[in-house]
């Protein structure tokens, strides 16, 4: 048994160690380390309720404002007020904005460029893979980021700027728009489509959106084994057989997406049992995070509901080594991100696939895309649901005493706000971001984390230092470690 | 167009990845051609690199000996000096080493050392309240002098730490920053007091802001989504704030102002502890306590009482609207 030390990695938000002991060729256990703390729930205490609302976007720059949605809802749900239907709308477009362009930023940036790299030289798409991908310079990525930017401008109109727009209230939005700006909005999907459709899939949104099962994706894999990306994608997926690697828990936690003005959802909230093959309901007094192997102070030592949460540093805690949390549902590990979300939707191809082959860096890169081709036909509805001249913002009086959750899908998965107000004051902040359930460490059962847990397994070739297989198993949860610490 | 590219290397501590994931918003249709044409050649930055991390150990090894120019540091992120000043809040993954460690090392052998975004140049957000994790800037503690490096601090090529100060940074000034550095065009009388660079520094928030008519006849707005002045009750800074936001704008056609919200002034050391509800305007008896950069305050209150006395109806109706409820009258503008 040989000790490997991974990292620091890069194309992954944030400072990240996996530490791995490997026998064999194949690694057989992990350790996944967060190692860089910055204490935003020791930050907010005392400060007024609203301050929150200028405060958490600045937990993560990639997902600033699914970190406004939550706080905007934990101060929604304190106060019981409600939100005007063009808020609501708005709300969802610029969540939308942001999953949508993390999706793409992923793929094209973080995940890929891997694949350009020498450890694949030889193989017969490398060569088209590193002209399309490779990082810095490949041709479709630089398109991506220009896609991406153009995209964003999206965010320029409907919240000021992004990231760290100050435009999502517990009320509303504080952007109404007016009838040509939605016009141009259209005009702005317009485009993104086009990108979508000529460079990323090769082919209509629809047609990606209905590919019903796994048999489905194969016939249209077949079809244009390299056309669009997406089916680049597939084929150096298939020749390294990528759905044998980084198997997840095969349970999905999703907080539901997208609540429209009639409450209803289209991506519901719930667990998937990939063994039962059910959506299960979600009960939010299941979730309690341990901090046995976290360097935090836990006199108690019993794991505690986030609404009862503690953050106090301890950074000699012996056994520790990590700084975040292990968030558990049930006492058990979940995945959360793209994929729980489509399963969560009942979306038949990543239904079939999880039920073949598991939460896997196939599948869950498959997810994420099929996503981007499902949502955007939604952006497209909801900037027509936008009524002229009606309010997009409802005052919202906060009381001085209560308790509020605020729970969103980010682009990475379940995000949720645990937020008490004593005296006008908040009293405790607690957040459990995707990467928190994702990269936990082990709880005091030993259980190890979605990540640890899937990196067993995990091929390691001979003296490779930084092997190539545990960089696309880490990176196919698409890692946010500022979130997950924050 | 410039000759010898600069050397950047870009690190990340304690802060969020937001000025990296703002840079990628540049208003430009080929960003790799972009920063080429800025002359900007990255040694490795976080987002955009390929090497995995032991390249990056490697390159900051080579860096250190003088195997490698390094022409720029960069930092993105508080520096965290806790717990207890042993830097431990943040041990670079795989080297065991701080972070403020590597960072005190390299900013010793850098021509020019660079914190993109306010936590870097000042602690920002990763500073407030308790300051959980002893977070300063490179070069500065809030709006004191001294920080990770200290105020006597100049990298080799003779400047102070370069403060692109923001919350997050424009991805222009980012980009200006590094093409000037390239050219050889920044000299330390473009920096102003706080070590920023003047080409935005020197333009308040204020200027172009688009609510300019509602400010001059203090027709405030009163609620979220209204378009009246955001500084009487709402909390914004945009007249004390240094920055071209108004002018230089956002993912296409936005800012704070323009996107509804208050400026909460990102772009200067403390922003992240106003001392009152970032969304409220302090007062005494009646008159905000952050009053416009430069004006006498005397002259502020007459100018006020004089100008919301001469609201025309159309800008004060409209300042409690969230769309032009009252157009400008139509009138023939020629001579007559």
Redo the contacts between chains.
């Keep these: 048994m040989s000790r490997l030390?991974?990292?620091?990695?890069?194309?992954?938000?944030?400072?990240?160690?996996v530490r791995l002991d490997v026998a064999d060729g194949r690694v057989q256990q992990a350790e996944v380390?967060a190692?860089?703390?910055?204490?935003f729930e020791?930050?907010?205490?005392?400060?007024?309720p609203?301050?929150a609302?200028?405060?958490v976007p600045?937990?993560?720059?990639?997902c600033?404002l699914s970190q406004s949605v939550a706080a905007a809802r934990a101060l929604s749900a304190l106060a019981g007020g409600s939100l005007p239907d063009n808020g609501v709308h708005a709300i969802n477009l610029m969540s939308a904005v942001e999953n949508l362009a993390d999706h793409i930023?992923h793929f094209y940036?973080?995940f890929m460029?891997?694949f350009?790299?020498e450890a694949y030289a030889g193989r017969a798409w490398h060569g088209e893979v590193s002209r399309r991908f490779?990082?810095?310079?490949g041709l479709h990525a630089?398109r991506a980021?220009?896609a991406?930017?153009r995209w964003?401008?999206?965010?320029?109109?409907l919240?000021?700027?992004?990231?760290?727009?100050?435009?999502v209230?517990p009320?509303?939005?504080?952007?109404?728009l007016?009838g040509v700006e939605v016009l141009r909005l259209q005009a702005l999907v317009g485009e993104f489509r086009a990108f979508l459709e000529d460079t990323l899939f090769a082919a209509a949104l629809e047609e990606v959106a209905g590919l019903d099962s796994a048999a489905a994706l194969q016939r249209w894999h077949a079809r244009e084994p390299m056309a669009g990306d997406l089916r680049c994608f597939l084929t150096l997926a298939q020749d390294l057989g990528l759905e044998q690697l980084g198997r997840g828990p095969g349970r999905y936690l999703c907080h539901g997406a997208y609540a429209q003005p009639d409450g209803t959802q289209p991506i519901p909230a719930g667990v998937w049992d990939e063994a039962a093959c059910r959506l299960e309901p979600l009960v939010l007094q299941a979730v309690s995070e341990d901090l046995t192997h976290a360097w935090l102070r836990d006199e108690a030592a019993a794991p505690r509901h986030p609404s009862q949460g503690r953050t106090e540093?301890q950074?000699d805690k012996p056994g520790a080594y990590s700084?975040n949390k292990a968030p558990r549902l049930d006492g058990r590990v979940v995945e959360t991100g793209a994929l729980a979300r489509q399963l969560a939707s009942g979306q038949p191809l990543l239904r079939d696939l999880a039920r073949r082959e598991g939460g896997n860096v196939r599948s869950r890169v498959v997810a994420r895309l099929v996503e981007v081709a499902c949502v955007l036909p939604w952006v497209e509805q909801w900037l027509a649901a936008l009524q002229p001249?009606a309010?997009?913002?409802q005052?919202c009086e906060l009381p001085a005493h209560g308790q509020g959750v605020g729970l969103v899908e980010a682009a990475r998965g379940a995000l949720g706000h645990w937020l008490a107000v004593s005296d006008g004051r908040i009293e405790r902040y607690q957040i459990i971001a995707p990467t928190s359930w994702n990269f936990s460490p082990r709880d005091a059962s030993g259980q190890p984390g979605a990540l640890e847990a899937a990196l067993v397994g995990t091929p390691v070739p001979e003296g490779a230092?930084?092997p190539v297989a545990v960089?696309h198993v880490v990176r196919s949860f698409d890692p946010c470690m500022?979130c997950t610490v924050h | 167009m410039n000759k010898t590219p600069l050397n950047v290397l870009w690190l990340?501590?304690?802060?969020?990845?937001?000025?990296?994931?703002?840079l990628?918003?540049?208003?430009?249709?080929?960003?790799?051609?972009l920063l080429e044409s800025a002359g900007v050649r990255?040694l490795?930055?976080?987002?955009?690199?390929?090497?995995?991390?032991?390249g990056?150990?490697a390159l900051l090894d080579d860096c250190l000996a003088g195997r490698t120019a390094l022409d720029l540091l960069v930092l993105e992120g508080a520096v965290?000096r806790g717990?207890h000043g042993?830097g431990?809040?943040?041990?670079?993954?795989?080297?065991g080493r701080s972070?403020s460690d590597w960072l005190r090392a390299l900013a010793g052998v850098a021509t020019h050392v660079a914190a993109v975004g306010s936590c870097a140049a000042y602690g920002g957000?990763?500073a407030?309240?308790?300051n959980?994790?002893e977070?300063c800037g490179l070069q500065y503690e809030d709006d004191e002098a001294g920080g990770l490096l200290g105020a006597a601090f100049r990298a080799r090529g003779g400047l102070p730490v370069i403060n692109i100060a923001g919350?997050?940074t424009h991805p222009g000034w980012v980009v200006d920053t590094f093409a000037s550095l390239a050219a050889g065009r920044l000299q330390a009388a473009d920096l102003d007091a706080l070590g920023r660079p003047r080409f935005y520094a020197d333009h308040l928030v204020h200027h172009g802001c688009t609510r300019n008519e509602y400010y001059e006849f203090k027709a405030s707005a009163g609620?979220?989504?209204e378009q009246g002045c955001l500084m009487e009750h709402m909390g914004c800074k945009g007249t004390q704030a240094h920055a071209d936001c108004n002018i230089r704008?956002?993912?296409?056609?936005?800012?704070?102002?323009?996107?509804?919200?208050?400026c909460?002034s990102?772009t200067e050391p403390g922003f992240?502890d106003p001392g009152h509800?970032?969304?409220?305007t302090p007062k005494v008896a009646g008159i905000p306590i952050g009053l416009p950069t430069d004006m006498p305050k005397a002259w502020f209150v007459a100018l006020a009482s004089l100008s919301k006395s001469a609201t025309p109806r159309r800008v004060k109706v409209n300042a409690g609207s969230?769309?032009v409820a009252v157009p400008p009258a139509v009138r023939r503008t020629r001579l007559k």
């Design positions: 030390v991974v990292g620091p990695f890069n194309r992954v938000e944030g400072d990240l160690e380390s190692p860089m703390y910055r204490g020791q930050m907010l205490p005392g400060r007024a609203t301050d609302l200028t405060i600045r937990i993560c720059g990639i600033s930023t940036l973080f460029a891997d350009a790299g490779a990082a810095g310079n630089r980021i220009a991406r930017a964003f401008t999206m965010m320029g109109t919240g000021g700027r992004w990231p760290m727009s100050g435009s209230l009320g509303g939005s504080t952007r109404a007016d540093p950074a700084w001249r309010p997009y913002h005052p230092a930084q960089q500022v | 990340q501590s304690g802060g969020c990845g937001g000025c990296s994931m703002s990628l918003c540049a208003d430009t249709g080929d960003f790799a051609r990255w490795s930055h976080p987002a955009l690199s390929l090497g995995d991390g032991r990056l150990l965290l717990p042993s431990g809040y943040h041990r670079l993954a795989g080297s972070m957000i990763a407030t309240g308790p959980p994790t977070a919350c997050p609620l979220p989504s704008l956002w993912n296409g056609q936005g800012s704070c102002t323009r996107g509804g919200f208050a909460v990102c992240q509800a970032f969304d409220r969230d769309h």
